[in-house]
């Protein structure tokens, strides 16, 4: 089992940034992708970013050259720092883990609320 812990979120400004972290515990060898996704009322769940154990990395292209997805391997730990926010990047932001080897699972994290405002 893994349990994923997020923190970082909070109320900024726009063009302000902020550090989301993901900080995965248990079975955390297990995990070979890590992710970021954001959801608000009016939207699905949307992937943001990805991260694998190979070091590859995606971006959902309103994200590109503004948000870096880091992780750490021997950690499994995933960063989101995020810069030049926007106001149509207020949404609750998850972390996502997928192990899918010995008992393919996908993990979510609590959630943790990004707003931004003037």
């Known amino acids: 089992q893994v349990q994923l812990s997020e923190s970082g979120g909070g109320l900024v400004q726009p063009g302000e940034s902020l550090r989301l972290s993901c900080a995965p515990s248990?079975?955390?060898?297990?995990?070979?992708?890590l992710a970021w996704y954001r959801q608000t009322p009016r939207k699905e769940r949307e992937l943001i970013a990805t991260?694998?154990?190979?070091?590859?990395?995606h971006y959902r292209d309103s994200v590109k050259g503004r948000f870096t997805i880091s992780r750490d391997n021997a950690k499994n730990t995933v960063d989101l720092q995020m810069n030049s926010l926007k106001p149509e990047d207020t949404a609750v932001y998850y972390c996502n883990a997928k192990a899918l080897l010995l008992d393919p699972s996908e993990y979510w994290g609590q959630g943790t609320q990004v707003t931004v405002s003037l």
């Open positions: 991260i694998t154990n190979g070091g590859y990395t």
């Open positions: 248990g079975s955390v060898a297990s995990i070979n992708v």
